[in-house]
């Protein structure tokens, strides 16, 4: 047997690398665990709803890709991604309005993935990286992770405002601008074409990457499409697209995809290989066989009817809902609504008295980069139906009547 060493001998192993300390987990996620409760009415998560899902068509194609090409659904494969999903997801966006080949496209893990691999190819340590603020959370952990200077870009009720955009690209010198749009998480927010054509301009005159992330905009339920940033003249040359199957399809698939110029993708191939060498080659063969037999479109558009019913159950109830004086916006798609307390509210106060109350959703302020707005709150409509909304709601209602007795 051999021997072991005496305690006094032993040396501890040495320590974590800073970035893992330096970032703490979702707060969110901490909070979705508390709502998870069975009866809980939570309008804190960010999920699909799940009995939306086309489990039939997805069993179906998860069946031909094994019925078909078994042993090609099993074997590893191409770190750029399997040919006919990376020629589909090109023709989904040239038929969007950005002329795509299947070369512009590399297939990642969830589109999560996609932001590691271009962080990963953008940004050094003290990198200035610009985002929305308030603006997705697991993006913020991403630049975190890479050691990035987070800087928020001044935004209003329509997203990032051009004029101070170019004030701070001229001071800060950053790498990227990481930007969601359309149906923006948290906010909902949708930045106006015009915005749009003004940001790819000062890109393109200041030199800066853009980083376009759109796993929402396909949930449009009113109003005109506008076209990605990515489309725009200044940006064609400078623009990571992200996209993702999450949404309309399911986010257990884990596929997303990245549209990058060509020596940016070249780079993020490589970072890929590193990180998982390519993504599942049998969820990427039954997503393929989804996309030419079935009809996505069609399900998108279920998709889109119930969400926009869930949407409107819950601004209908809103204002009888929240503290008087409260404000909100009405997103024309998406996932969720945004909402602030009037002055003196705090958003985390009112959620400890909402989940004894069985009705939850999650607070702003872990959004924000710098300081946070404690009166912000974040409400996703897509997982309750409009009845339930409408329960949620009183729920809501009886918990703010009891937070301001407090
Ligand atoms: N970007 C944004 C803005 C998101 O809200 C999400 C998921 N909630 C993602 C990226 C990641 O999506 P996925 O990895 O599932 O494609």
């Known amino acids: 047997m051999p ?6 001998a032993l040396q501890p192993p040495p320590a974590f690398a800073t970035r893992a300390v330096a970032v703490g987990g979702s707060p969110i996620r901490e909070i ?9 009415i939570s309008f804190a998560g960010g999920l699909p709803a799940p009995e939306l899902f086309d489990t039939e068509g997805l069993r179906a194609a998860y069946g031909a890709a094994f ?5 090609r659904a099993l074997q590893y494969s191409t770190t750029e991604g399997a040919p006919e999903l990376r020629e589909a997801v090109a023709a989904r966006a040239t038929a969007r309005g950005l002329e795509t080949a299947a070369d ?29 603020n308030p603006t997705y959370l697991a993006a913020l952990q991403c ?5 990035a200077r987070v800087i928020p ?9 051009p004029d101070a955009l170019a004030e701070v690209v001229t001071k800060e010198r950053p790498k990227l601008l990481y930007s969601v749009p359309t149906f923006q998480n948290p906010t909902g927010r949708t930045l106006p074409g015009g915005r749009r054509a003004a940001v790819a301009e000062i890109a393109a005159r200041l030199g800066l990457w853009l980083v376009e992330d759109d796993p929402y905009g396909d949930l449009r339920f009113e109003g005109a499409e506008i076209p990605w940033l990515a489309a725009h003249p200044g940006a064609r040359d400078r623009t990571a697209l992200l996209g993702s199957f999450s949404k309309i399809m399911a986010p257990g698939l884990r596929l997303g995809w990245l549209r990058a110029p060509v020596a940016l993708r070249r780079a993020a191939v490589v970072a890929k290989q590193a990180a998982d060498l390519h993504t599942s080659t049998v969820d990427q063969l039954a997503a393929a066989h989804y996309l030419r ?9 279920t998709v889109r009817t119930a969400y926009r019913a869930r949407r409107d159950a819950l601004l209908a109830g809103l204002g009888a809902a929240l503290p008087a004086g409260s404000t909100w916006n009405r997103p024309e798609g998406g996932m969720f609504v945004w909402a602030r307390l009037p002055e003196g ?12 109350h069985d009705v939850a959703f999650v607070p702003g302020a872990p959004f924000h980069t710098g300081t946070p707005d404690p009166r912000t709150l974040r409400l996703s409509f897509t997982t309750h139906t409009p009845t339930e909304i409408e329960e949620g709601l009183n729920r809501l209602q009886q918990a703010a009547a009891t937070a301001a007795a407090c």
Not at 3 to 8: D, G, H, T
Not at 293 to 301: F, K, N, V, Y
């Open 3 to 8: 021997s072991s060493p005496s305690a006094a």
């Open 32 to 40: 979705l665990a508390l709502t998870a409760r069975p009866g809980v």
């Open 67 to 71: 019925a078909t090409s078994a042993s």
């Open 104 to 132: 512009d496209v590399l297939i990642t893990t969830g589109s999560q993935q996609a932001l590691a691999l271009i962080t990963a190819t953008l940004v050094e340590p003290g990198d200035v990286v610009l985002v929305e």
């Open 143 to 147: 630049f975190a992770m890479a050691g």
């Open 153 to 161: 870009v001044p935004c209003d009720e329509q997203g990032i405002l």
């Open 293 to 301: 037999e079935a009809d996505l479109d069609a399900h998108i558009g």
């Open 345 to 356: 509210h705090d958003a985390t106060t009112l959620l400890k008295v909402a989940i004894a």
